[in-house]
């Protein structure tokens, strides 16, 4: 690949066509970046979708890049409630996935999954 993908949008965001600046941009190790508004936005609607939201992908169309936990971790942090709702569905996953660990949730907890 001769130029950087950047260089090859001419330094805007694809999805919403704002220009890229080095403050506001996140990208996957594929390569594709996008304005930190547009991740936002994208992962705060995946993890608001339900517990699937975890297993978010690249917003480039064709590419199948899985969301790394450090890119949840850095956009979710301006919304503590969204980041809070990833954690819920990380941990869920986690324990559905390892059938010999039982995650107990306190009563607070309980009715919030409901």
Known sequence: MG???QDQNE???TICYELLESSNQQALSCGHTFCGDCWASYLQTKVQSGFQGIDARCM???CN???GHSIFESVLASSPKDKE????WLCKSFTDDNKNI???Y???AADDMQ
């Open 106 to 108: 306190t009563s607070d």
């Open 85 to 88: 709702t990833y954690w819920k």
């Open 60 to 62: 480039q169309v064709g």
């Open 65 to 67: 890049m899985k969301v």
């Open 3 to 5: 130029a950087s993908l």
């Open 102 to 104: 039982c995650l107990l």
């Open 11 to 13: 330094g805007y965001c």
